[in-house]
């Protein structure tokens, strides 16, 4: 409803929000001014009372300006003016915070320049009325954003336009439609991009809000925007699987069909042949956004003598497709896509986000990142904004090839560059750096620029970077590439000196370092600062900078000190969470570690922040070292519930879970629950190890080449006795270790006695009548059963690897006889003895060692009597004689009986003659010859 008491070219805007369900007002630079100057603006950013008690304690730094904001929202609000009604105090108040909001990305993150003087039209006179006092005034407001010991931005410009959308949209209780909960979640997660690092405090309030916006009933448009904001929210959070699985539904939900495949075609200036290339096919459902002319900077050419500016794709025609994709797909030209609509485009960007937050350092990881942002580079973009983070992303993935290095660093110049050319204020008293950075390229043209309206209509719906994080990441980019005093001249014009310092440090310049800290938290010993020799050891400063936390902690990994872990945690107000997992680290890095202090360090630190997923492992390695199995388990529940892709986790679970006993029942358990988790035990006396067989199972399934977690996976299946044992787990997991570590170790990755107890299950434990079909060899079992699964196992991994193990022949001979092949027995018995003697024939015939002398007699004696004895008159399972009749398998078995032990007695004499061993090898020659 419009409001009477504004300017009519006002109240389309103020409308907007009581209709819309979910996007705020689209605010432009021609209507922020008006909002910021309505009588009921003045009133609430104190104007009206400008010689008030609360002014004034502004004007002394007694109370923070965004404090008193909220206190003036929450009196109008319970007092509203006798010309407007509740109602219309509320939608002027919520303008009144997106005009501030947005006005404060525009200066930070978008551009382009205000055109207005935020402190000018904001503030009261008394707050600014010299530059020392404004300046004053906005550093207590960035002290005052920091949040558990996590500190803002120092110099972040224009400051009180944050302050007011903090007020305003976050802490004055402001309560109506459903955008009110949408500007509360997006300024607090703008306040926790703004920090140094995630904070529990933030989190929990910005997810509250997120989960009461997914309950509303959303158009389709609206909820594929939300999913995609919340999947956007997800990842700056490090839950990656949490923001791929609502990228995905964004998708579905918009109906926007999108593909990572592969595609015929060159990549290089010299390739004969098309070889396949990763390729993003995507085309929006929303036709009319194809017809809509791209926008963006300048996209830099690769100029490589080598590589191509884009792949050029195989003819259509002459290609084909691997995976099943859908007719839409199936049309899309690789060579000239569709240009796709902004939120969707968005979409494919976050993908890419996501997926580089998996594992960044991952060269896999980023050969499938960069498909997502060269799709909305060639294809274009309708949106200024958009285009330019794709820009962004592309430079973040060339980084890491030597070919396109160069141009990601000139393309994150070139961005740097404009942002800050855009965000620019004249502003004399603006909390920024006071030099100029150094420029590299041109200043963009007009053409290259977009106004702030189009700028910020999607900015939500993008992984967005404020400025000073832009150049920070530029600046950490220089220092990989090797440009240390590049990065160095812009960290120290950000006045970044945590950076800074860590920069001297990984280069082996701690003294520097250690200098460039110490100046920011205590004072010089001598009279002269400036001096570079000055390690400033003089007493701690008065009034310490706002991320004194942080920095004490860099003093402590450089002096490995102590105190000054716990001096971060006392100056936090005990709110620093990295200061007790630092003092943890520092705790196992002892000689002995001790355990006891890290594990209480641990617990502390996530008493504040309970969703750090890194404290949880390692307090449940912690856990595990000081054999508390149970608190183990609990620690590592928690972080497969953080991250339920962290394979090491679920594999540390199942160890902890195997060695806890019955769960320990807390202060707050009933008889009632321990007589319930008594009872399942007594119905389930492996209820543990199923469990912790489950947890093993999803880290093998996540880590499926690691041998270990399969071998893990291997026994405690066989941990399991009969009828319960898991014998598909166990077949397979005897497969995975043969098949990752069967090359290098050989037959040595067989564990023999499971082997032993599957092929005592296959010839003992089975009616097999229902399992069998019948073929031209005879009976096999299907190949799905446990069986026939056995026998694949033997067939085609075991038997491969054999090739000194006498064991592993032996039991290949009761397969093949259970199989009623008895020469393929006969065979492997023989292969058995060929080894035995082969691994004892040094010992036994030429150093006269009694052990393997004995082996190879026993061996012997298994030969003639369970092989030739046993097989040999046997009908052979395949040949037969001209009248029809089957052949024995060895008619000559005697023969070869006699044969073997008389080559043994041959050997054997010179050492052996009339011993036990070599009396036993005459009776068995006798019980072949009959005599």
Known sequence: MADPSLPTTLNSVFDAPLKDQYDPVRLTSTNIVPILELPLAKKVLGHDAADSESVAKVTKLELSYTAFVASQARAVLQNPSDDLTTEQTK??????????????????????????????????????????????VRAKIIRDLSVDGEAAYKLTPNAELFSIAKGLLAESGNEGAVVTKTARMRTNFLHQKMLSEVTSTLQDVIYSDVEALAKLDLTTEEKGKLLLERAIINTHHDFDAKARADLDQAAQVRNFEFALTGKLGKRTKFQDRDISQLVVLAKSADETSQSADPSGPKKLDLNDDTLLEAISFADKKSTTVSEELSPVLQSVDPNDQPILNPVDSAILLAMASAITNTAPENGLTREETQPYATRVLEGGSSNWQIYTEALLVRSRVEGYRTRTVERSVLQMQALVDQVIADTATDDSAAQQPSSDPTTFLPRPEKSESAPAADRLEYIWLINFSTRWSLEAELAKR????????????????LHMWAEAALCYAATERELKAKSMVRRQLFEAKGDDEDDENEMFEGPEREILPADAPRLFCILGDIDKE??????????????????????ARHYLSLTPPELEKAEGAYRKSLHINRLNHGAWFALGCVQLELQRWQDAADSFTRTVQLDDTDGEAWSNLAAAMLRSSAPEQGPDASADDSTEEKAAVESDPYKRKREALAALQRAAALKHTDARIWDNVLTVAASIPPPNTPFRDLIMAQKRVIEIIGAKKGEKCVDLPILGMLIDFLTTAFEYNDLLIESESGPVFRSGSIPGRIISLID??????????????????????????????????????????????????????????????????????????????????????????PEMVASDWRFKARSAVRGILGKGKDFWEDSTGWNRLKELQNEVTGN
């Open 91 to 136: 939608s002027q108040l919520l303008h009144i915070g997106l005009a501030a909001l947005f006005s404060f990305l525009q200066s930070n993150v978008t551009g382009p320049p205000l055109e207005f003087n935020s402190a000018e039209t904001i503030l009261p006179a008394s707050l600014r009325g010299d530059v020392p006092t404004l300046r004053a």
């Open 478 to 493: 220089w220092v990989e590439l090797g440009g240390l005093r590049t990065a160095l001249e812009i960290y120290e014009r």
């Open 562 to 583: 102590e105190k000054m872990y716990e001096r971060a945690w006392e100056v936090s107000g005990q709110r620093y969470a990295r200061a007790q997992r630092s003092l």
């Open 796 to 885: 085609d991994n075991v038997v491969p690897l054999i090739t000194h193990s006498s064991a592993l022949w032996l039991l290949v001979s009761r397969v093949e006889l259970f199989r009623n092949r008895p020469s393929r027995a006969l065979d492997a018995q023989e292969k058995a003895w060929r080894a035995t003697i082969a691994a004892s024939a040094q010992g036994a015939f030429q150093m006269g060692d009694e052990k393997p002398w004995l082996e190879v007699v026993r061996a012997t004696e298994k030969l003639v009597r369970d092989g030739y004895a046993r097989y040999g008159p046997m009908d052979h399972e395949d040949k037969k004689a001209e009248d029809g009749e």
